[in-house]
Nanobody, 126 residues
Framework: QVQLVESGGGSAQAGGSLRLSCAGS????????IGWFRQAPEKEREFVAA????????IYNDSVKDRFSISRDNYKNLVYLEMSDLKPEDTAVYYC???????????????????WGQGTQVTVSS
C-alpha cells in the first residue's frame, strides 16, 4: 500500500504557472504508475496526466498536453505536475493517484487507480 500527499496548489493569474508535487510513502513508490486527476465544482473527475513507474512513458489529456508536464523523481518519491499558461478552466482540486497494481502502465481511467491523495486546490483567475 502507498500513501500520497499533494502540495503546491494555490492561486495564479491566467497565463501563470504552478508546480504541484505528489509525495509517496509506504510500499516502494517507484513500482507504481502515478496519475494526476482534477475535479472542478459540479463536474466529473477528469484525467490530466500520468507517468509510468519508471518515468519512461507519459500520457496527457489533450486539453493540457501543450501546457502541462508530468515527471517523477523516484529517489525522492515525488511526482511533479508542472503547469504553465494556466487558464481559468484549469481551476479544480487536483489529485494524484497510484495504479492498482505494481508495474502496471499509466492509464487515463480513474477506476484503475486505487490509492489517492487528499487533493490540492488550484484557482486560476482571469
Amino acid at each position: 500500500q502507498v500513501q500520497l500527499v499533494e502540495s503546491g496548489g494555490g492561486s495564479a493569474q491566467a497565463g501563470g504557472s504552478l508546480r504541484l508535487s505528489c509525495a509517496g510513502s509506504g510500499h516502494p513508490f517507484s513500482m507504481y504508475s502515478i496519475g494526476w486527476f482534477r475535479q472542478a465544482p459540479e463536474k466529473e473527475r477528469e484525467f490530466v496526466a500520468a507517468i509510468r513507474y519508471s518515468g519512461s512513458t507519459t500520457i496527457y489529456n489533450d486539453s493540457v498536453k501543450d501546457r502541462f508536464s508530468i515527471s517523477r523523481d523516484n529517489y525522492k518519491n515525488l511526482v511533479y505536475l508542472e503547469m504553465s499558461d494556466l487558464k481559468p478552466e484549469d481551476t479544480a482540486v487536483y489529485y494524484c493517484a497510484a495504479r492498482d497494481k505494481l508495474y502496471y502502465k499509466p492509464s487515463p481511467d480513474s477506476d484503475l487507480y486505487t490509492y489517492w491523495g487528499q487533493g490540492t486546490q488550484v484557482t486560476v483567475s482571469s
